[in-house]
């Protein structure tokens, strides 16, 4: 991510994100940096499902030209700039390591995401 990243998309986002938590009761918005998340894992299942539906689709809509991706997930709305994820930040770290110290014999990653 360069020091130039536009970042007008986020406002954007979470004004209307707010206007979600503000109706569905148990959830909140988590501010990442490269990502803004909707949380609703403590709402009403169903209630909170339905709400996200709508969230996703109205993100997509709005986030139209935007550098960014709407992804839904069990429990949470996720916005992100496009092209920025762990195994890029991986892939960068290893490079730098390369260049440093010669090439990487062995990388364990461990995660939770499915």
């Keep these: 991510m360069s020091r130039q990243t536009d970042f007008t998309w986020k406002q954007v986002a979470i004004e209307l994100m707010l206007q979600y938590v503000k109706r569905t009761q148990g959830s909140f918005i988590e ?3 490269s990502a803004l998340v909707f949380q609703y894992r403590d709402a009403d299942p169903d209630f909170g499902s339905m709400q996200a539906k709508d969230l996703s689709n109205y993100l997509g809509e709005l986030l139209f030209g ?3 991706s709407v992804m839904s ?3 949470y709305v996720e916005v992100k700039l496009r092209g ?6 991986v892939e960068k770290v290893l490079r730098k390591l390369s260049n440093l110290h010669g090439d990487v014999d062995f990388v364990l990653c461990v995660g939770d995401d499915r």
């Design 84 to 89: 920025v994820n762990k195994g890029h930040a």
């Design 73 to 75: 997930g069990k429990g």
């Design 66 to 68: 935007y550098p960014v």
């Design 31 to 33: 501010n990442k940096g």
